[in-house]
């Protein structure tokens, strides 16, 4: 299994994903989440904290043909403060496997698009397993389909809607967290086990 995390400077985004399915979808405060990477058994997987792109400091240099000069954009308090906390689970993983993976790698592997945004991750993911609510046939205590007796839809199956088993209840960032699982999962967790499965071989 693999738990995929999201960090954030006060609360981070958790999923636990076995390649078939998620276990467990949940979001705690980065203190509760170092007690559940201390306690947790298998691979975990960190999104990576990136610095901001340097800027221009005068770009009317550029218009004017000198050389514009750059400076590094300030890193926000929040971000920093979520760098440190990236630390503090790694050092609660001490042990193991612990993987960092960057946000462009999850865009590429997801979407295969490096300028991917969130909302595109969730929908390709979407469209790998299907919609997160799926329609489920209503059963009886003994497991027989619930008939509908009368009315204009008499004879057919009463449905309702169900959680994709896949899925889970995910909401909101543990999408991004299930996109750092998936991509940690199929670009390093597979290959090894295709690597152990075939050396076990020979």
């Not at 636990?16 to 306690?39: C, K, P």
């Not at 945004?117 to 969730?122: G, L, N, T, V, Y």
Request: positive net charge; aromatic residues 8%; hydrophobic residues 35%.
């Amino acid at each position: 299994m693999i738990l995929g995390i999201d960090p954030g400077n006060e609360v981070s985004h958790g999923i636990v994903w076995d390649g078939n399915r998620v276990i467990e979808a949940f979001s705690l405060t980065n203190e509760e989440m170092r007690h559940y990477v201390q306690m947790f058994e298998g691979v975990i997987a960190i999104e990576k904290v990136t610095p901001s792109k340097p800027r221009m400091f005068n770009p009317k240099k550029k218009a004017e043909g000198q050389e514009p000069q750059m400076i590094p954009a300030p890193m926000p308090q929040s971000v920093l403060d979520t760098a440190v906390w990236i630390g503090r689970f790694i050092e609660c993983a001490r042990g193991k496997q612990v993987h960092l993976i960057k946000r462009k790698d999850v865009r590429q592997q997801i979407c295969q698009h490096g300028g991917a945004k969130d909302a595109d991750i969730r929908r390709a993911i979407i469209d790998r397993y299907g919609e997160p609510m799926v329609w489920q046939e209503m059963k009886d205590g003994d497991g027989n389909t619930i008939v509908k007796k009368s009315g204009p839809e008499k004879g057919q199956s009463k449905r309702e809607h169900v959680y994709n088993p896949i899925y889970g209840q995910i909401v909101g960032d543990q999408w991004q967290a299930f996109g750092v699982a998936l991509t940690a999962w199929e670009t390093i967790i597979k290959p090894e086990m295709s690597y152990l499965k075939q050396r076990k071989g020979e």
